[in-house]
């Protein structure tokens, strides 16, 4: 009876929320399959330019 407390599937909220953080601050956020089974998941969030 031990298992992993990651073992079992979520609800599904998590890549909603990282993609309303991300969208909030202007960026963009995709998912893609690998081929050999998991996923890769990308992301960039504009910077400030910072002129002295």
Same mark, same amino acid.
């Given at each position: 009876?031990?298992?992993?407390?990651?073992? +079992? +599937? =979520? &609800?599904? /909220?998590? /890549?909603?929320?990282?993609?309303? #953080? &991300?969208? #909030?601050? =202007?960026?963009?956020? *995709? *998912? !893609?399959?690998?081929?050999?089974? =998991?996923?890769? !998941?990308? !992301?960039?969030?504009?910077?400030?330019?910072? &002129?002295?």
């Amino acid at each position: 009876g031990s298992k992993i407390s990651d073992s +079992r +599937r =979520g &609800v599904g /909220l998590g /890549l909603a929320i990282c993609k309303s #953080i &991300v969208e #909030i601050h =202007g960026g963009k956020i *995709a *998912a !893609f399959n690998k081929k050999n089974g =998991g996923a890769i !998941f990308r !992301f960039n969030i504009p910077g400030k330019k910072i &002129v002295d």
